[in-house]
């Protein structure tokens, strides 16, 4: 079993910043990578940010040059800093984790935080 606790959204002003934590635990062998994923009210899921093993990042461009994804590794968790928040970053952030179990390949998901950005 894997386990993923997101925490750290909440309410903010257009302009201001938050930062997402999503700690993974349980039964994990090897990380492959880890992510942040964003779902709008009527819209689909979407990709936020991902970061590899290696430290390899991936941007959504709506996200580039304001959100930052870092990883700490002896932690098992990853971190989502968004600065300059906009309206339409509004949404339920989900962290997502492929790694390596004793049962093979994972991939999981956390319950989600909510991020609201006031305009």
């Known amino acids: 079993q894997v386990q993923l606790v997101e925490s750290g959204g909440g309410l903010v002003q257009a302009g201001g910043s938050l930062r997402l934590s999503c700690a993974a635990s349980?039964?994990?062998?090897?990380?492959?990578?880890m992510g942040w994923y964003r779902q709008a009210p009527g819209k689909q899921r979407e990709l936020v940010a991902t970061?590899?093993?290696?430290?390899?990042?991936n941007y959504a461009e709506s996200v580039k040059g304001r959100f930052t994804i870092s990883r700490d590794n002896a932690k098992n968790t990853v971190y989502l800093q968004m600065n300059s928040l906009k309206p339409e970053d509004t949404g339920v952030y989900y962290c997502?984790?492929?790694?390596?179990?004793?049962?093979?390949?994972?991939?999981?998901w956390g319950q989600g935080t909510q991020v609201t950005v006031s305009s």
């Open positions: 997502n984790l492929d790694s390596f179990t004793p049962w093979g390949t994972r991939k999981s």
């Open positions: 349980g039964s994990i062998i090897s990380i492959n990578s």
């Open positions: 970061i590899t093993g290696g430290g390899s990042t």
